[in-house]
């Protein structure tokens, strides 16, 4: 599913310039999918980052990255992200074609507070032809990264709790021995 989000998310960019400006947030309703969207070109306007909720039966946060012309569809490989030159951040993403994403629960929860808070994002991948792909992007502020969380439920900083809901009676604990 979310491959799919992925590629309608990497429609090209108008000849001209991109249509919305940088970290706009945009939400649009495809059937039963919302998705809540803030995105901006890189400097050189070769390849876009998105911080996107995707509202289906379930919510989910990811972040994408998406080069022009696309990738080829991988199995997952690492891509590095560096905030205002703090030092490099890698972790594997998805490539199901046209772009790469991560929808891990923590590491988008960690990496969009990274981005929020950043004055320039630089991202590195090596692509599946094994080629050095770079972008560099402007820092959004929190305002946009909040309000795209917010879509999905999620909070600023801290990832989402899928397990089991834990027992109104508490944790369960070693009851005592008369052996004593």
Known sequence: MLALLLL??????????????????QTRANGTNV????????????ARLVVRCDVTNEKIV??????????AAALPRPVSINVDD???????WQFPGSGAFISND?????????IAHG?????RVIDPEEKV?????????????????????YEFGKAPSRGPAPSAAGPATPEASDDQ
């Open 133 to 153: 792909v770079e972008a560099q992007f402007a820092g959004p502020g929190e305002a946009p990264i909040r309000q795209v969380l917010s879509a999905c439920g």
């Open 86 to 92: 703090g030092g490099w951040l890698g972790t594997n």
């Open 35 to 46: 998705s809540t969207s803030s995105s901006a070109w890189s400097s050189d306007a070769k």
């Open 106 to 114: 923590a590491v988008v929860s960690n990496l969009s507070v990274m």
């Open 119 to 123: 004055k320039s994002i630089r991202v």
């Open 62 to 71: 990811s972040i994408q990255f998406i080069p022009k012309p696309g990738f």
């Open 8 to 25: 309608q998310a990497a429609a090209p960019a108008p000849a001209a310039a991109p249509a919305a400006a940088p970290w706009a947030v």
